[in-house]
């Protein structure tokens, strides 16, 4: 017996409920004129934002170092944020924001998921509506090894997609080199032309049953009608210019755990050329951690990534978890630094039309909670500049899948719920 | 259901059956209405269109005709649904004026007669393979035992409970793209793209160019330091970041080492293997290949050079083969005794970073790993005030800690600590540098070894002046049946054959040929349905369907052989050929695959039980294997039926069934080793082994202390009034066997006391026999009483667990569910108005209470008077299975009684086992029925369960054997006909 999610829908949304949910923020500074409740109709205009990018560390970030002391602008850095000081009002921090989803390791993709891990995530809900625009309707990506097949984003139907670990691979799909491109048009050419007579014999085959079961067989043929589509397009695109770039990776892929910067890195440069040639609109990418140790400035820290991570609150370990931490902020700050200065023709900067979602599916790993997930936007039109803090103790409390539904409408995705959540943060964050 | 009643009978019918068939054929084609006769037609106008006519149509349903069109299935399913409703007394609602007995009667016996009449036994769409057959196909198609499905693959979606009816068998665009990334990864796999070789490099890798793995090393003056011995690589070994190999080949490898602050002369031993980079970094070392052992016997750097082949993928890896120091619990816990045993300092110095406050109210673990414990540890070494007062083996914190030593966990956090004292103090293996030079020349890898016998087994050995054209013929020929699981007729190889000529032609490889062929073959309809042949369930047919029924893979060899010769469906062979394909094993495919969609375990692993209710991910992993066992043990023991509500046995470990069904072993009647146990004198007891129980054990186990949480005086060994069975036989084997007292230990044993428990305990172990092996993690059949009210597939965790969401039970969903699942009455949909149930959190009411609207309200009643009883019967049972007296947060008592859809109350759940027992055949015919739509991939139509209830009745006669039932099912015409 399949357990369906207790369904929230739009109309249970009535005032007095708005009102509850607008007395949890009343401990807001920052709470400016009050907003018409956002709806679909909000994304009947063109979308603010048209590229998504969402990043999730397997090891969570360290509140008390994530977030700041003070709420709304004019915040002080908090120690994991410093690398981000030049784009202070490029983003903006949320907390007490999470899916009230299980506990542990095994739920960890409620980060996207929502409430119930494993289902439909929310850049799949995006790339089947505004992927199909580009060469790759979404990507997965990953740095570091962990624990293998975890995954990030799930299909419709619930399926984890498979990660890119290396470097080469992903660069070797942006930007095909010769011998790929003729092994790619041979694979194509052969596989359609000898497509006709497998089908010859398909329609043999599909003549000789009763009706009902031709009926059936029918399915196949459309399948295949599909396949042979794409292959049609696939091959007369083959000449096209695809894009090209100076952009030269190291020989070898950093995928041993104590390179996990550097694959980070690296996969933010691909992931600014990827948004910056159009090449792919919806990105993801996973942050893995298991037992590596750093060393920065020379000096090993005093345990492993994950080792760090149960620290206990022991303050010498959480120095160190930090300054794991405040390193993926350096490389996200490089990130941001591109998309900031790469223009369009129009002069609008790529991190104008590209929300980056910074987050993880653990509130703090040394106790393996899921609750109270740090969260960080950046990017994508939205007025930042704020620390929004959220008292998640307050009945009606917004969730996080409120503040994704927000997203999603600035990207054109005309919906009003997700997972256990069925409001906005419009009126909070727009 | 007279008709099919007898054996011979069956037989009979199963010989007309092609003709049959062809008259119910003509009779669809006939599009002919046949008038309602009068009597039926009459009840029909009394009783059933006032509100289900042309005008009202109430739920969608209008009744109001004159003839009826039996050709039409939907015209069928309509008027069978009239006769479930009715036979059922569901229609009309019981407040609307009811028929007379007579009446009821008379509309029945017309639908009866009619519907068998006009519904054909068959009728199954072309099936796909589903996710889990194509997958088993493709490992048996080309041998790949271990081919996994790529991640992301597309799902299955669920058609009346399973993945593989032929309706929810859906080809769709996405599931078309896989197949044919599938066919080219094989593809790829057999022939791969030629490789080229690269030029010859040399890469080195020095100290900081090694992966340091949670404190397996570290660098110190220039050199990386390793200390471990242990097995996994993360804890002890080191690897070059950057030195991946791309191409298989024969490399020259350099390496220099040196002893670091040796303790004494022989040589150091470094290890050196080739991992794979991409493989677990949890990986025990002992899975890589060893490429060299190299004796470091000096301190100054010693350097070697040799030859040796990696292989893509792979770098080097580096072990301390004779470190002083194991990540091994038994053996660190040892060198931590020993060490103790000659160094005060050090024990004082460990208890104080261990515990802080003297006590155990703070234990440092897992916070202290490393460096940390480390700085902790060197800090309180050096100081001249430390305490060491306690520093003595027998303190309560030297033995807490050496437990916790013993212990996996435990062990991981110390000895991380440990390996710090080592990078300081040494001894230490050093590491200096590693050179890999070439490829000198390519050599084959694991991929092209593989290749190279796939390619052999795809397409045998060319003869020598075969013509390409004849070669690839040849290949066809051998392996097209095979992939297509029938024979495949002289047009269908050269239409194939047409691929190869063409490729050949425009000046293509043989290899390139070859592979071309198998991505074409791996997306034929052929290779990707089966039942695509036109006419009857032919023998190949029958012999893909038993395969795939009983095996979930494609016929075997013998299978085909006999399908050929036009034996198997001779009633005998095909009896024969079931019994030699029954699975045998928990662990079988179909087992697992049947058992986990039919009772929903396969959902087990995505529900997360809340945490107040401990229990467990491993838990949930033996639940699941418990009804695998379970059925297993029914089906290849013949038991009856009967035995999978009401079983004088479970099938699952000791431990989890005292944890999860208030097992108690000795405390069931029927066993021998409590008739034994029964036997000895209480007193004898008291007076001849208690006192060396007293005398050796208590101090540590007793009323002072209580080491690894274990009292030995509460221990009960009134064995005859449910003692503490399996605890305290613990007790008596680990003395007999000499693992207790241990050596250390201030106590001692002599052998005439020791031969004293091992008397006592002989008798105990020789009753134990095969069916009771002590250990309690073993999964086993364990004796019970029957009409328990655990035992049984009903209260299983698994099922429990699965019909529940992890954090609250839903009686409704439960009852549902049992309709469904085991009673074999599926009630309608619900309606759509109808709001969900929210759990009142105020608490102020009972779920009785809550649900009380449906005893209430008549349009609720009519279906809530079935599914209501059989969920709330099973409210004693939590989320997770476990029995609970009261509803949780209310306080209530639990009131479990209901009166089941025939009238006969139930006061709880060992009522409606006895039940279910006398009505076994509802079980059986419930279970028959998932199994044929597991089999045959279609759900069963109205003559196709009334073939099955006759085959469910004659069974019952005859022993009721779930075994023979699954014979019966197979010899069947409902399972014969496509």
Redesign the interface.
């Known amino acids: 017996?399949?357990?369906k999610p207790?369904?929230l829908n739009a109309q249970s949304v009535d005032r007095r409920h708005f009102l509850r949910s607008a007395a949890a923020m009343i401990a807001l500074p920052a709470l400016e004129s009050l907003p018409v409740i956002g709806t679909a109709g909000a994304a009947s205009a063109a979308p603010k934002a048209k590229n998504l990018v969402s990043i999730g560390a397997y090891l969570g970030w360290h509140q008390n170092a994530f977030y700041p002391k003070e709420v709304g602008r004019g915040y002080t850095l908090p120690n994991t944020l410093s690398p981000l000081a030049d784009h202070q009002n490029d983003f903006t921090v949320f907390s007490g924001l999470d899916h009230r989803a299980?506990?542990?390791h095994?739920?960890w993709s409620n980060f996207l998921c929502g409430n119930t891990p494993?289902v439909y995530s929310m850049d799949q809900i995006v790339a089947d509506q505004i992927g199909q625009r580009s060469r790759f309707p979404s990507v997965q990506l990953t740095a570091g090894?962990g624990?293998?097949?975890k995954?990030m984003s799930f299909?419709k139907?619930?399926?984890?997609?498979?990660m890119i670990?290396r470097p080469s691979v992903f660069y070797k799909r942006l930007f095909m080199s010769e011998a790929d491109k003729t092994?790619m048009e041979y694979?194509l050419r052969?596989?359609r032309?000898?497509?006709d007579?497998?089908l010859?014999?398909?329609l043999?085959?599909?003549k000789?049953?009763?009706s009902?079961?031709r009926d059936?067989?029918d399915?196949?043929f459309?399948?295949?009608r599909?396949?042979e589509k794409?292959m049609e397009r696939q091959i007369s695109q083959i000449n096209d210019p695809l894009p090209t770039t100076d952009y030269k990776l190291?020989?070898?892929?950093?995928?041993?755990?104590?390179?996990l910067m550097e694959a980070e890195a690296l996969m933010y440069d691909l992931m600014a050329l990827a948004i910056d040639t159009d090449s792919s609109h919806v990105l993801s990418f996973f942050i893995d951690g298991?037992?590596?140790?750093f060393?920065f400035d020379g000096v090993?820290?005093?345990?492993?990534y994950h080792?760090l991570s149960?620290?206990?609150n022991?303050p010498?370990?959480i120095r160190d978890l930090v300054s794991i931490e405040t390193a993926h902020m350096h490389c996200l700050n490089g990130f941001l630094n591109q998309l900031k200065e790469k223009k369009r023709p129009d002069g609008t900067s790529l991190l104008d039309e590209t929300i980056v979602l910074v987050g993880t599916g653990m509130g703090d790993a040394s106790r393996h909670s899921n609750a109270d997930l740090p969260t960080l936007v950046a990017g994508g039109g939205f007025d930042h500049g704020k620390h929004i803090a959220i008292d998640a103790s307050k009945p009606e409390a917004p969730l996080l899948g409120d503040l994704y539904i927000t997203l999603m409408q600035q990207l054109g995705v005309e919906t009003n719920e997700f997972s256990n959540a069925n409001r906005n943060l419009n009126q909070l964050f727009s | 259901m007279a008709k099919f009643v007898s054996e011979t009978r069956r037989m009979r019918t199963t010989l007309l059956l092609p003709i049959v068939v062809i008259a119910s054929t003509l009779s669809l084609q006939a599009n002919t209405e046949i008038p309602i006769p009068e009597k039926p037609l009459q009840v029909l106008e009394d009783y059933c269109l006032d509100c289900h006519d042309e005008f009202e149509q109430k739920g969608d349903i209008n009744l109001e005709r004159l003839a009826i069109n039996w050709a039409d299935k939907g015209e069928r399913h309509l008027w069978e649904s009239v006769h479930h409703m009715a036979s059922e007394g569901m229609m009309p609602p019981s407040d609307e004026r009811q028929p007379s007995p007579k009446e009821r009667e008379a509309l029945l016996a017309w639908l009866d007669s009619s519907l068998l009449e006009h519904t054909p036994i068959g009728g199954t769409l072309p099936r796909r393979l589903s996710a889990e057959e194509y997958q088993s196909t493709i490992r048996h198609l080309f041998d790949l035992p271990d081919y996994k499905l790529p991640l992301g693959f597309p799902k299955d979606s669920e058609y009346h409970g399973f993945n593989n009816v032929g309706k929810g068998l859906v080809l769709s665009p996405p599931l078309m793209e896989a197949y044919t990334n599938v066919a080219e990864e094989i593809a790829n796999t057999i022939y791969p793209p030629k490789r080229t070789t690269p030029p010859s490099t040399t890469r080195t890798a020095g100290p900081n160019d090694m992966v340091l793995s949670f404190s397996a090393g570290k660098v110190v003056d220039d050199a990386l330091l390793l200390v471990s011995r242990g097995h996994e690589i993360f804890r002890s070994c080191s690897w070059p970041s950057r030195m991946e190999i791309m191409s298989s080949g024969t490399y020259r490898i350099t390496v220099s080492a040196a002893k670091h602050k040796p303790t004494w002369g022989g040589p150091m031993k470094l290890e050196i293997r080739a991992r794979e980079l991409t493989a677990s970094d949890r990986s025990r070392a002992d899975i890589f290949r060893v490429l060299k052992v190299m004796d470091v016997p000096s301190t100054e750097p010693t350097k070697i050079t040799f030859e040796a082949d990696l292989y893509e993928g792979q770098t080097l890896l580096f072990r301390w083969m004779n470190g002083d120091m194991a990540h091994d619990y038994s053996k660190f816990a040892k060198q931590m005794r020993e060490w103790f045993e000659r160094d005060k300092r050090w024990l004082a110095a460990w208890q104080h970073t261990v515990f802080p406050n003297g006590d155990f109210s703070e234990i440092r673990g897992s916070v202290i790993r490393g460096r940390s414990g480390w700085e902790y540890l060197s800090k309180a070494l050096a100081d001249p005030g430390l305490d060491m007062s306690r520093a003595t083996m027998d303190d309560p914190l030297t033995v807490k800690f050496l437990e916790m030593a013993d212990s996996n966990q435990g062990m991981f956090n110390y000895a991380d600590i440990l390996c710090h004292y080592y990078f300081t103090n040494g001894p230490a293996m050093e590491f200096h540098e590693a050179t890999i030079e070439g490829p000198l020349k390519l050599v084959d890898g694991p991929r092209e070894i593989l290749a190279k016998e796939l390619q052999q087994r795809f397409t045998g050995t060319r003869q020598p002046k075969q013509s390409e054209i004849a070669f690839a013929r040849e290949t066809l020929e051998t392996f097209l049946p095979k992939a297509f699981r029938r024979p495949v007729d002289e047009q269908t190889i050269d239409t194939y054959l047409g691929i190869a000529e063409r490729h050949l032609a425009t000046g293509n490889s043989l290899d390139t040929t070859m592979h071309l062929l198998v991505r074409n073959i791996l997306i034929s309809p052929r290779f990707i349905y089966r039942q695509t042949s036109p006419g009857e369930l032919d023998e190949y047919n029958l012999a893909n369907r038993l395969s795939y029924f009983l095996t979930q893979a494609p016929p075997d060899q013998q299978l085909l052989e006999l399908a050929h010769s036009g034996k198997l469906s001779d009633p005998k062979t095909l009896r024969e050929q079931a019994i030699r394909l029954m699975p045998r094993k928990p662990t079988s495919a179909m087992v697992q695959s049947f058992t986990g969609q039919w009772l929903d375990t396969n959902l087990l692993p995505e529900i997360m039980p809340d945490p107040k209710f401990k229990f467990s991910e491993a838990e949930i992993a033996l639940a699941e294997k418990e009804v695998e066992h379970f059925f297993t043990e029914i089906l290849t023991k013949n038991l009856p039926m009967t035995d999978f509500i009401d079983p004088d046995f479970h099938y699952t470990t000791p431990q989890f069934a005292r944890n999860n069904y208030q097992y108690s072993y000795l405390s069931q009647k029927n066993n021998s080793v409590s008739n034994i146990l029964l036997q000895f004198n209480l007193e004898d007891f008291h007076q001849e082994i208690e006192p060396i129980l007293e005398k050796t054990c208590y101090s540590c186990h007793g009323p002072d202390e209580q080491k690894g949480d274990f009292r030995i005086d509460k221990l009960n060994p009134n064995l005859a009034e449910g003692g503490d069975d399996i605890l305290w036989l613990d007790v008596m084997d680990m003395v007999a066997n000499g693992k207790m007292p241990p050596a250390q230990a201030n106590v001692s044993i002599t052998e005439k006391e020791r031969g004293l428990i091992v008397d006592w305990i002989a008798p105990i172990d020789l009753s134990k026999g095969s069916d009771y092996e002590r250990s309690r993690s073993d999964i086993q059949k364990l004796p019970l009483d029957r009409g328990s009210r655990f035992g049984g597939l009903l209260a299983q965790s698994a099922i429990m667990t699965a019909t529940a969401n992890g954090v609250d039970t839903q009686p409704v969903l439960r009852g549902v569910w049992m309709l469904e699942n085991i009673l074999g009455m599926p009630p309608p949909d619900p309606p759509e108005d109808v709001p969900a149930l929210t759990p009142d959190t105020r608490g102020a009411t009972t779920p009785r209470d809550l649900l009380s609207k449906h005893t209430s309200d008549k349009a609720c009643y009519s279906c809530h008077q079935n599914i209501d009883p059989v969920g709330f019967v099973f409210e004693n049972f939590d989320p997770v299975g476990n029995w609970r007296d009261e509803w949780p947060k209310i306080d209530t008592r639990i009131d479990p009684s209901g009166t089941l859809p025939d009238g006969t109350p139930i006061k709880d759940i060992t009522d409606f086992k006895a039940w279910l027992v006398d009505n076994i055949d509802h079980f059986s015919q419930c279970l028959s029925e998932k199994l044929m739509t597991y089999a045959t991939g279609r759900v069963p139509n109205y003559s196709e369960r009334k073939e099955i209830e006759a085959i469910v009745e004659a069974n019952d006669e005859h022993g009721n054997g779930f075994q023979d039932l699954l014979l019966r099912l197979i010899a069947s015409d409902t399972f014969r006909a496509k």
Do not use: C, F
């Open positions: 017996m399949t357990q207790k369904e299980p506990n542990g095994g739920s494993n090894t624990e293998g097949s995954a299909t139907q619930g399926i984890g997609l498979p670990q092994r694979m052969s596989g032309s000898s497509l007579l497998v010859d014999d398909a043999r085959l599909q000789s049953v009763i009902a079961d059936k067989l399915e196949y459309d399948s295949m599909s396949v794409r190291p020989d070898t892929d950093p995928i041993t755990p104590n390179l298991l037992g590596q140790v060393s090993p820290l005093r345990s492993g080792g149960h620290h206990g022991d010498e370990m």
